[in-house]
Structure formats: C-alpha cells, structure tokens
C-alpha cells in the first residue's frame, strides 16, 4: 500500500486530496516536524533536503508533493484528473499545476523561512510585505482566470485544482487578502470537496 510520511498543514495535503479523488488506498506515517529529525540520515534518505512529504510506492520513493500527484494520475488514474496528455488542456493544466507551486507558494515560502530563520527583533517587515505582495500579484492572475469558472479547467476539476488549493490554503494563513473575490470564491468551493477536507485534516 502506498504510504505517505505527512506532518499536518503541509504539502502532503495534495497527496491526500489526490488519492482521496482517484480512491487510492493510502496509509499515512506522521512524522517528526522538527528540523532536528528532518536532518537525520534516516530521514534525508526519504527527502535529500530534509524537506516533507515524502511517499513511497513499493520499491519507490518520491520526494516533490507535484510529482507524488502526478505519479499518481499517470500509475492509477485512469485519465481521470488530467486531460489528455500533449494536449492544449493538458499544457494548461502543467501551467497552473507548476504555477501553484513554483511561482505562487516560492513567496509564501519565503515568508515562512524569513520568520523562522532570523531571530524577531531583525525581521524585516519590508521583505515580508514584498513577499506578500508578490503572492498577491499572483492572486490576481488567478482571480481574472477564475472569473467565469468553476475550475482552472473551466467545468472540468482536475489535479491542477488540488495542486492550486493547497497554495490558497498558504496564502489564507501567510498573506491574507479580502481583495480578491473570484479566487476566494473558487477556494471556498474547493473546499466542498470531501477529498479537500479530509487532507485539510488529516493526521490532526
Ligand atoms: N516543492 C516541495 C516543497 C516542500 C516543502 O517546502 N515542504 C515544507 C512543508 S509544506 C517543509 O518541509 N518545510 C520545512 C523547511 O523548508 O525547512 C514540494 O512540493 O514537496
């Protein structure tokens, strides 16, 4: 069975929320979120750079919580989730999966590395303002792309639905922002998801 090593609120989230849509058996293996385990031989064995998820698949195991969804689609989904691959909706559907993580949560992450590597009295609430501000830029992309939608895909939810999701729930906790109501409304509707719900909670 596939096992995913998870710590609640963070980027297994989308592994979860993946396995959950496509009905994949799945059992999930806390682990210690502590930057001291993280750095165990044991640990960076599973993520070279100490980082989590990670999940493995019999023999395999995979670090990247967009290349754990798309492993999935492509071993046990059965085309559902993506559209057809070297398709025009299929390089829409690469664009907003890589944007979610690469352009959209790099910000957000940084406002999480700023707080917890320098000590309170030196952070500087101008980078985390510049960090924030760079999220919302892309906030606003997706808010004139989801206007008169329900999906990055149009009708079609797809796992560049879920890969977005997790960096909303980010942006709600690191950047929040009433002004942009067609993505909060998109996120809000995510969230009807059973799938979405029971990643949101897993391992609480
Ligand atoms: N691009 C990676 C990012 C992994 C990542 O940043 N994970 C966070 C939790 S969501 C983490 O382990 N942070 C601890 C750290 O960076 O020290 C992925 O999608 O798996």
């Known amino acids: 069975m596939i096992k995913l090593y998870h710590v609640p609120g963070t980027r297994g989230i989308r592994v979860i929320w993946a396995m959950e849509e496509l009905g994949i058996p799945y059992e999930i293996e806390l682990i210690d979120f502590s930057a001291e385990y993280r750095e165990t031989p044991e640990w960076r064995s599973k993520n ?8 493995e698949d019999g023999d395999l195991t995979i670090f ?7 492993y999935l689609l492509d071993k046990y989904g059965e085309g559902r989730l993506q559209p057809v691959p070297g398709s025009d909706d299929h390089a829409r559907y690469l664009q907003w999966s890589w ?3 690469s352009t959209f949560a790099r910000p957000l992450g940084e406002i999480v590395n700023h707080r917890r590597a320098i000590p309170e009295a030196f952070q500087s609430e101008r980078s985390i303002n510049e960090m924030q501000q760079r999220a919302h830029t892309c906030l606003e992309a997706l808010d004139q792309h989801i206007a008169n939608q329900p999906y990055l895909l149009g009708d079609s939810f797809s796992a560049a639905d ?3 999701g997790y960096s909303l729930y980010i942006c709600d906790l690191l950047a929040p922002t009433d002004k942009y109501k067609n993505s909060a409304r998109y996120w809000e509707h995510l969230q009807t998801h059973s799938g979405c719900r029971i990643a949101l909670t897993a391992g609480r």
């Open 99 to 101: 944007f979610a993580e």
């Open 64 to 70: 990247e919580s967009g290349a754990m969804v798309q």
């Open 48 to 55: 070279p750079v100490g980082k989590v998820p990670a999940m």
């Open 162 to 164: 879920i890969m977005m």
